[in-house]
């Protein structure tokens, strides 16, 4: 899935390429992908894009005071659509445009989890967005040590928690807890301000990392493509003391970890 720094570029590209385009019409390509009834998308007809935002994993799209907030999930992608086919491969929804341009959304696979709401004014208090945390890499440390204090749970599991932290997922959790030589398993409640601090750091530092490659990008990176020094990296030597990274396999997701730099040398399961 697209964490922060791949949904932040992105939203970066959209705007440098489709800024000022006045909106033609909205067209829905999947029966369930428009989550929202009120405001209509056709309000936004004749205004042009602001801009393109995020929030989180998701991309606002701003036509005046109307908002169109898109949540790409695992398999979504948001693209400028140069072939305009009648029923584009996997489409989920297209936006066309006065010049004649238009911007696709679609979805690899057959789950359907993509969305778009359309929302009047300030988004922030309006679902989807009105449950997320902070924004992850703008934490403070002490704000940090609260949230540690007042979710007790498996570190790993709580940088993923976008109720809590906004923008992390699966690879930058892996790469967070590394950075920091923090055990995903470490319960949050015993980390303490020191902790916090190296959580922090390590979140900046892989968004920083994340961003400074995608930007460099075209189009935003395909999962296998994204750097990293123990996400998806299981057997291999770690790129700090060199021993073997582990995994903990789940059905969704694997977390990876150095045993040597995270763990005191202890094997997770």
Same mark, same amino acid.
């Given at each position: 899935?697209?964490?922060?720094?791949?949904?932040?570029? /992105?939203?970066?590209? $959209?705007?440098?390429?489709?800024?000022?385009?006045?909106?033609? +019409?909205?067209?829905?390509?999947?029966?369930?992908?428009?989550?929202?009834?009120?405001?209509?998308?056709?309000?936004?007809?004749? =205004?042009?894009?602001?801009?393109?935002?995020?929030?989180?994993?998701?991309?606002?799209?701003?036509?005046?005071?109307?908002?169109?907030?898109?949540?790409?999930?695992?398999?979504?992608?948001?693209?400028?659509?140069?072939?305009?086919?009648?029923?584009?491969?996997?489409?989920?929804? *297209?936006?066309?445009?006065? &010049?004649?341009? @238009? $911007?696709?959304?679609?979805?690899?696979?057959?789950?359907?989890?993509?969305?778009?709401?359309? =929302? @009047?004014? &300030?988004?922030?208090? %309006?679902?989807?967005?009105?449950?997320?945390?902070?924004?992850?890499?703008?934490?403070? #440390?002490?704000?940090?040590?609260?949230?540690?204090?007042?979710?007790?749970?498996?570190? /790993?599991?709580?940088?993923?928690?976008?109720? =809590?932290?906004?923008?992390?997922?699966?690879?930058?959790?892996?790469? %967070? !807890?590394?950075?920091? +030589?923090?055990?995903?398993?470490? #319960?949050?409640?015993?980390?303490?301000?020191?902790?916090?601090?190296?959580?922090?750091?390590?979140? +900046?530092?892989? %968004?920083?990392?994340?961003?400074?490659?995608?930007?460099?990008?075209? &189009?935003?990176?395909?999962?296998?493509?994204?750097?990293?020094?123990?996400? /998806?990296?299981?057997?291999?030597? !770690?790129?700090?003391?060199?021993?073997?990274? *582990?995994?903990?396999?789940?059905?969704?997701?694997?977390?990876?970890? !150095?045993?040597?730099?995270?763990?005191?040398?202890? =094997?997770? @399961?």
């Amino acid at each position: 899935m697209p964490e922060l720094p791949e949904v932040q570029a /992105h939203a970066e590209r $959209l705007t440098a390429a489709l800024r000022g385009a006045e909106l033609q +019409r909205f067209e829905p390509l999947s029966f369930a992908v428009l989550k929202t009834v009120n405001p209509p998308p056709d309000k936004a007809v004749g =205004i042009p894009l602001d801009e393109v935002r995020r929030r989180g994993k998701h991309l606002l799209l701003r036509f005046g005071e109307l908002r169109f907030v898109v949540h790409l999930m695992q398999g979504g992608r948001l693209r400028p659509d140069g072939n305009q086919a009648r029923r584009p491969r996997g489409g989920a929804a *297209r936006w066309w445009f006065a &010049d004649g341009r @238009a $911007l696709l959304l679609t979805e690899a696979g057959t789950e359907r989890k993509v969305g778009v709401w359309v =929302i @009047a004014g &300030d988004p922030r208090g %309006v679902a989807p967005l009105d449950e997320l945390g902070p924004e992850a890499d703008q934490i403070e #440390p002490a704000a940090m040590a609260a949230l540690f204090d007042g979710h007790p749970m498996r570190l /790993h599991t709580f940088l993923r928690d976008q109720r =809590i932290l906004a923008g992390i997922g699966r690879r930058l959790a892996n790469e %967070v !807890c590394w950075t920091a +030589r923090l055990s995903p398993f470490a #319960p949050t409640r015993n980390l303490g301000e020191e902790r916090a601090a190296q959580a922090v750091d390590a979140i +900046r530092a892989a %968004v920083t990392e994340g961003l400074e490659d995608e930007r460099r990008r075209n &189009d935003m990176s395909a999962s296998k493509e994204r750097a990293g020094a123990v996400h /998806h990296r299981t057997g291999e030597p !770690c790129p700090r003391c060199g021993d073997a990274i *582990r995994a903990v396999e789940y059905r969704d997701y694997t977390v990876n970890y !150095c045993p040597a730099c995270q763990t005191g040398g202890k =094997i997770l @399961a």
